[in-house]
């Protein structure tokens, strides 16, 4: 009777106690629990489990440690309650103690083993786990199953997790159908979440709040806002439609699926403001060219003293990046560093792009200064910034610093720096990071390749440059025009139209660049019917209207073909109005065929349009200097004077061992100038026995035609070419780089030395790469 009415006793107050740890009074069961005189198993494992499950950790161990007798359920409630709060290292130690005591697991200790394994992608304790399940049988339950799915799908073991789920057919509950869509989804088989969700459907598996927000991610990667539409209908038949993470995985899927009226109404309806789905709106609008809607909807943010987060700011600053905007955008930024964002290296990181695309380098390079920990994305975003801005040898000096840090680069700022030795034509380097790419096993991709195809074919080895192209997988518009124009710059007109050919036949169609580079290659090698064909099948084909380039590379190759009446009629004819890349075309024919009336007009709409641009004043005062109008020279000059306009002066380069060796016209400053003129003199006098005579055109200076000739033959590319011919090894090519187009004298020259000296010669003018070998040059001098 005592001992019934003690068990009584013991059981209403376990009743009570696992009551009152239900309903979250945890403090007051613990006093209860104190007070009993009592306590068994359950009483321990009651409060045990009260304490881990409301995250009180400290003490549900504390009270762990001190229980008599610990059973799998004690194990398992300390387990769980270590994964449910971010401690899934110290629940896998205590699975490996519980294991160890030998005692018997439950699906739910394994579950929460598992999920440890999960959230840590420890790939290698789960597969030991999986084995163990095995050996002891647990491979057919349906909630340890869903658990392995779970961990390996979460370490991108997908195959793994789709064989396991395919083992229990008919028994497949929602939570095990949410784990494989959300496995598909999380590792990039976006397709196969909706054929996983289609197929949960058909078996009539209701979808959840965990289902829904996977399904619509998977639809938002792909931009399958259709089915989108269609998983929405489910959310509303099914009753999660006020659902705030199912409401924000909406938001997110409209957005990035362009469908922004969508996203609109479905943010307009959730209850709450959720930042995250107000981020996802902002992301979409600027994404798909809304930006200032985007800052509409940040202002909205601010007024409604909504908790904005370092995923706001990015999103904001994003939406400056292509807008002029920056009074704004500085208001943001000053908002960002009173609020402490700045601090964040994701939102610093977005401030270093926004500055850097809008040219504002030096706040760039303030913000980025100001960021402890850079990783490769503060320096990608000012190293491209500098880049794309011009400044080439900038970004190339912190691609650098950035190597020295030993950051590894990504393939934005590899792609950047070649471009930027593709600008300032700084071929070694370029094969230093082509070499350390490879070196480094970093992965390929489409812009990297376009980016050394451009590269090699601006720094004039095409043959490199096709060799890379002929390397590529996949080759895009992109590709196949930097080939075209790289040949063309390389005076290989012909092998430009062949490859454009080859192009058409691919099924890849031009683009406006494609044929500026065509009609480029024809200009240069004097094809001019092929020119006209092309330049007509533009807008009759192709449905390309031409722009003010491509009427520029149509009247140079009718100007350079002396068919000045042709190219002055296109000049009447344009649909654009001429900018000042057409006028110089024109110019240069006039000076070339001496059509004096037609090159005034152009200059004269030269001097409107660039009126501090030194070149039609120089070329018009050439023109009348060589038409004996001295006093019109005389007054071109004087309004330069007075303008305060000035020639940029001829200067010629050639690079030595990581050195630049710079030379002007007659320069007599360069330490081995002594060397370099007895070579000139050496040079002069041996291509004149083959043949060379000095063009008294190019020296206009009023001088006597000793001091004339004497003149050309110290030309800035006469002296570089000097100077390659005495350092540079016999069978290598000289490379030589000028600012300013060459000279017609220096260019026949050049074909002699190259046949006299046995040289290959590269030279890099303003215009044009021209080979010269065996006394010719790629140009066909139509340079």
Same mark, same amino acid.
């Given at each position: 009777?005592?001992?019934?009415?003690?068990?009584?006793?013991?059981?209403?107050?376990?009743?009570?106690?696992?009551?009152?740890?239900?309903?979250?009074?945890?403090?007051?069961?613990?006093?209860?629990?104190?007070?009993?005189?009592?306590?068994?198993?359950?009483?321990?494992?009651?409060?045990?489990?009260?304490?881990?499950?409301?995250?009180?950790?400290?003490?549900?161990?504390?009270?762990?440690?001190?229980?008599?007798?610990? =059973?799998?359920?004690?194990?398992?409630?300390?387990?769980?309650?270590?994964?449910?709060?971010?401690?899934?290292?110290?629940?896998?130690?205590?699975?490996?103690?519980?294991?160890?005591?030998?005692?018997?697991?439950?699906?739910?200790?394994?579950?929460?083993?598992?999920?440890?394994?999960?959230?840590?992608?420890?790939?290698?304790?789960?597969?030991?786990?999986?084995?163990?399940?095995?050996?002891?049988?647990?491979?057919?339950?349906?909630?340890?199953?869903?658990?392995?799915?779970?961990?390996?799908?979460?370490?991108?073991?997908?195959?793994?997790?789709?064989?396991?789920?395919?083992?229990?057919?008919?028994?497949?509950?929602?939570?095990?159908?949410?784990?494989?869509?959300?496995?598909?989804?999380?590792?990039?088989?976006?397709?196969?979440?909706?054929?996983?969700?289609?197929?949960?459907?058909?078996?009539?598996?209701?979808?959840?709040?965990?289902?829904?927000?996977?399904?619509?991610?998977?639809?938002?990667?792909?931009?399958?806002?259709?089915?989108?539409?269609?998983?929405?209908?489910?959310?509303?038949?099914?009753?999660?439609?006020?659902?705030?993470?199912?409401?924000?995985?909406?938001?997110?899927?409209?957005?990035?699926?362009?469908?922004?009226?969508?996203?609109?109404?479905?943010?307009?309806?959730?209850?709450?403001?959720?930042?995250?789905?107000?981020?996802?709106?902002?992301?979409?609008?600027?994404?798909?060219?809304?930006?200032?809607?985007?800052?509409?909807?940040?202002?909205?943010?601010?007024?409604?003293?909504?908790?904005?987060?370092?995923?706001?700011?990015?999103?904001?600053?994003?939406?400056?990046?292509?807008?002029?905007?920056?009074?704004?955008?500085?208001?943001?930024?000053?908002?960002?560093?009173?609020?402490?964002?700045?601090?964040?290296?994701?939102?610093?990181?977005?401030?270093?792009?926004?500055?850097?695309?809008?040219?504002?380098?030096?706040?760039?390079?303030?913000?980025?200064?100001?960021?402890?920990?850079?990783?490769?994305?503060?320096?990608?975003?000012?190293?491209?910034?500098?880049?794309?801005?011009?400044?080439?040898?900038?970004?190339?000096?912190?691609?650098?610093?950035?190597?020295?840090?030993?950051?590894? @680069?990504?393939?934005?700022?590899?792609?950047?720096?070649?471009?930027?030795?593709?600008?300032?034509?700084?071929?070694?380097?370029?094969?230093?990071?082509?070499?350390?790419?490879?070196?480094?096993?970093?992965?390929?991709?489409? =812009?990297?390749?376009?980016?050394?195809?451009?590269?090699?074919?601006?720094?004039?080895?095409?043959?490199?440059?096709?060799?890379?192209?002929?390397?590529?997988?996949?080759?895009?518009?992109?590709?196949?025009?930097?080939?075209?124009?790289?040949?063309?710059?390389?005076?290989?007109?012909?092998?430009?139209?062949?490859?454009?050919?080859?192009?058409?036949?691919?099924?890849?169609?031009?683009?406006?660049?494609?044929?500026?580079?065509?009609?480029?290659?024809?200009?240069?090698?004097?094809?001019?019917?092929?020119?006209?064909?092309?330049?007509?099948?533009?807008?009759?084909?192709?449905?390309?209207?031409?722009?003010?380039?491509?009427?520029?590379?149509?009247?140079?190759?009718?100007?350079? =073909?002396?068919?000045?009446?042709?190219?002055?009629?296109?000049?009447?004819?344009?649909?654009?109005?001429?900018?000042?890349?057409?006028?110089?075309?024109?110019?240069?024919?006039?000076?070339?065929?001496?059509?004096?009336?037609?090159?005034?007009?152009?200059?004269?709409?030269?001097?409107?349009?660039?009126?501090?641009?030194?070149?039609?004043?120089?070329?018009?005062?050439?023109?009348?200097?060589?038409?004996?109008?001295?006093?019109?020279?005389?007054?071109?000059?004087?309004?330069?004077?007075?303008?305060?306009?000035?020639?940029?002066?001829?200067?010629?380069?050639?690079?030595?061992?990581?050195?630049?060796?710079?030379?002007?016209?007659?320069?007599?400053?360069?330490?081995?100038?002594?060397?370099?003129?007895?070579?000139?003199?050496?040079?002069?006098?041996?291509?004149?026995?083959?043949?060379?005579?000095?063009?008294?055109?190019?020296?206009?200076?009023?001088?006597?035609?000793?001091?004339?000739?004497?003149?050309?033959?110290?030309?800035?590319?006469?002296?570089?070419?000097?100077?390659?011919?005495?350092?540079?090894? @016999?069978?290598?090519?000289?490379?030589?780089?000028?600012?300013?187009?060459?000279?017609?004298?220096?260019?026949?020259?050049?074909?002699?030395?190259?046949?006299?000296?046995?040289?290959?010669?590269?030279?890099?003018?303003?215009?044009?790469?021209?080979?010269?070998?065996?006394?010719?040059?790629?140009?066909?001098?139509?340079?």
């Amino acid at each position: 009777m005592v001992n019934s009415k003690f068990d009584s006793n013991r059981l209403l107050s376990n009743r009570l106690l696992n009551d009152l740890s239900k309903s979250g009074r945890i403090d007051e069961a613990r006093k209860m629990f104190d007070n009993m005189f009592n306590r068994d198993e359950f009483s321990w494992n009651t409060m045990i489990a009260a304490y881990a499950n409301s995250g009180r950790l400290a003490e549900a161990k504390k009270l762990f440690n001190e229980t008599p007798n610990r =059973s799998s359920i004690t194990w398992s409630s300390l387990i769980s309650g270590y994964c449910r709060y971010g401690c899934e290292m110290e629940a896998l130690d205590l699975f490996r103690e519980m294991l160890y005591e030998g005692l018997k697991l439950s699906q739910y200790t394994l579950g929460s083993a598992l999920r440890g394994c999960s959230v840590l992608g420890l790939l290698q304790v789960g597969e030991t786990i999986h084995g163990y399940l095995i050996k002891i049988g647990f491979v057919s339950n349906v909630f340890v199953v869903t658990a392995l799915v779970d961990m390996y799908a979460k370490c991108k073991r997908i195959l793994e997790a789709e064989y396991l789920f395919d083992t229990l057919p008919g028994r497949r509950n929602h939570v095990l159908w949410t784990a494989m869509v959300s496995g598909y989804s999380q590792n990039g088989d976006e397709f196969k979440a909706i054929e996983c969700f289609r197929g949960m459907q058909a078996e009539g598996v209701e979808s959840n709040q965990f289902t829904f927000p996977s399904i619509l991610t998977a639809c938002a990667s792909v931009s399958a806002g259709d089915f989108g539409a269609q998983v929405h209908g489910c959310i509303v038949r099914s009753g999660f439609g006020a659902n705030v993470f199912v409401q924000s995985a909406l938001v997110n899927m409209y957005a990035k699926c362009g469908n922004l009226n969508s996203a609109r109404r479905a943010l307009e309806n959730m209850e709450i403001d959720d930042v995250i789905s107000w981020n996802s709106m902002i992301v979409g609008c600027v994404r798909h060219g809304f930006e200032q809607e985007a800052l509409s909807l940040f202002k909205k943010m601010h007024a409604r003293d909504m908790k904005i987060n370092d995923f706001t700011y990015p999103s904001v600053l994003n939406s400056f990046a292509s807008t002029m905007d920056m009074k704004t955008a500085k208001s943001v930024h000053c908002m960002i560093i009173k609020t402490g964002f700045e601090a964040y290296k994701l939102v610093s990181n977005a401030l270093v792009d926004m500055y850097a695309k809008q040219g504002y380098l030096e706040c760039a390079l303030e913000v980025f200064s100001r960021i402890v920990d850079r990783d490769v994305i503060s320096w990608t975003s000012l190293v491209t910034g500098y880049a794309h801005n011009g400044s080439h040898e900038e970004a190339i000096k912190l691609f650098c610093d950035m190597r020295t840090t030993g950051i590894c @680069p990504d393939e934005f700022v590899i792609a950047s720096i070649l471009s930027a030795c593709a600008e300032l034509t700084l071929l070694k380097f370029g094969q230093q990071v082509h070499a350390n790419f490879i070196k480094f096993g970093l992965v390929s991709s489409l =812009s990297i390749d376009n980016s050394l195809v451009t590269m090699y074919a601006k720094c004039g080895c095409i043959e490199d440059a096709n060799g890379v192209f002929n390397s590529m997988q996949v080759q895009d518009v992109v590709t196949w025009t930097a080939l075209i124009v790289g040949y063309a710059q390389n005076g290989r007109g012909k092998d430009s139209i062949q490859f454009y050919n080859r192009m058409i036949a691919s099924g890849t169609k031009p683009d406006f660049i494609t044929f500026i580079g065509l009609l480029f290659a024809c200009s240069h090698a004097g094809l001019v019917d092929d020119g006209r064909w092309f330049f007509e099948s533009m807008n009759q084909v192709f449905g390309i209207k031409p722009g003010a380039e491509h009427y520029a590379c149509m009247i140079d190759l009718l100007g350079r =073909s002396g068919k000045m009446n042709e190219a002055k009629e296109l000049l009447n004819e344009m649909d654009v109005k001429p900018d000042a890349t057409v006028w110089k075309a024109l110019l240069a024919a006039c000076r070339v065929h001496r059509n004096l009336e037609l090159g005034e007009k152009a200059a004269k709409n030269l001097f409107q349009l660039e009126p501090s641009d030194a070149v039609p004043y120089v070329l018009l005062s050439n023109m009348y200097f060589s038409a004996g109008r001295w006093e019109d020279a005389a007054r071109i000059r004087r309004v330069m004077k007075s303008m305060g306009i000035s020639k940029e002066p001829g200067c010629s380069w050639i690079e030595l061992n990581s050195h630049v060796h710079r030379f002007m016209s007659e320069d007599r400053g360069h330490p081995r100038t002594a060397e370099i003129y007895s070579k000139i003199d050496e040079i002069m006098i041996l291509i004149k026995e083959a043949g060379y005579v000095p063009d008294m055109n190019f020296a206009l200076h009023d001088m006597d035609e000793e001091g004339k000739e004497l003149g050309l033959a110290y030309h800035s590319e006469k002296l570089a070419i000097a100077f390659g011919i005495l350092t540079v090894p @016999p069978g290598a090519p000289v490379r030589i780089f000028k600012n300013l187009r060459v000279c017609g004298d220096c260019h026949t020259a050049m074909k002699y030395i190259s046949r006299v000296f046995l040289r290959h010669i590269i030279l890099r003018d303003s215009n044009c790469f021209h080979h010269f070998r065996d006394g010719n040059c790629s140009c066909g001098d139509y340079w």
